[in-house]
């Protein structure tokens, strides 16, 4: 079964700085997909990024950009330019290996940004 | 705009009661999910279908039923059988047609048993 695995709780980053979360994944299928999620203290989930294992390049979205290591088995986020919006919890997911294209979560990690 | 909405924000239960909470999209997806959250926690699916009429139980279904009579509609009833129902929930939709199959949310129910 497939597994994602945040390791990181909490982070906190300095306005304007980079931050790196990570993730790694567990899955014995060769073709997958990783996602970014941020979820705000409303709750609402926002995509963010996605990456797909046979793509060459890693994935940028703005500020947002996955540092994918296939042979490893991680998929980071790097935030590039922190702002205090960032604040936020933040997720990796996996598709399902069955039909149902359901999404496996990590438990997430809390970034806080600081002024 | 399109998107997804839920209702209520938040929703208050006695013990022994069911409640029902709504999901609408008008993204014209085809598949939706039902996930929950505790604190600090990932998500969970609950429920999830990918056709009008049919719909498969997820990895936590117990205490939990849906229907979908509409495409745009999925509402989830959380019953007394299920015994630790204070969560956030959240629904999604997809289109499984064409990758990367990323799911869009809405805004969520809190829900609290009291």
């Known amino acids: 079964a497939q597994k994602i695995t945040q390791t990181q709780p909490g982070m906190f980053v300095q306005e304007k700085e980079a931050v790196t979360l990570d993730c790694t994944y567990d899955?014995?299928?060769?073709?997958?997909?990783l996602f970014w999620y941020k979820q705000p203290s409303s709750g609402e989930m926002i995509f963010l990024i996605y990456q797909g294992s046979y793509d060459e390049q890693n994935a940028t979205e703005g500020r947002y950009s996955l540092n994918f290591q296939k042979a490893r088995k991680s998929a980071n986020l790097v935030i590039s330019a922190s702002q205090l919006g960032d604040s936020a919890m933040y997720f990796c997911a996996t598709l399902g290996m069955d039909s149902s294209y359901k999404l496996i979560f990590g438990s997430g990690t809390r970034l806080l940004v600081r002024p | 705009d399109g998107g997804i909405t839920q209702s209520p924000k938040y929703l208050f239960r006695k013990e022994g009661q069911n409640v029902t909470l709504s999901c609408e999209q008008n993204?014209?997806?085809?598949?939706m999910y039902w996930y929950r959250q505790d604190p600090g926690q990932g998500l969970r699916l609950i429920y999830y279908?990918?056709?009008?009429?049919?719909?498969q139980k997820g990895d936590i279904a117990e205490g939990y039923s849906v229907s979908r009579e509409k495409k745009e509609s999925f509402p989830l009833t959380v019953t007394s059988a299920q015994k630790n129902p204070t969560a956030f929930y959240l629904c999604?939709?997809?289109?499984?047609?064409?990758?990367?199959?990323?799911?869009?949310f809405g805004p969520g129910t809190r829900l609290t048993v009291l």
């Open positions: 993204l014209n997806h085809d598949a």
């Open positions: 899955t014995s299928d060769q073709s997958y997909g």
């Open positions: 999604a939709s997809t289109s499984p047609v064409v990758g990367p199959y990323e799911q869009f």
């Open positions: 279908s990918q056709i009008v009429n049919d719909f």
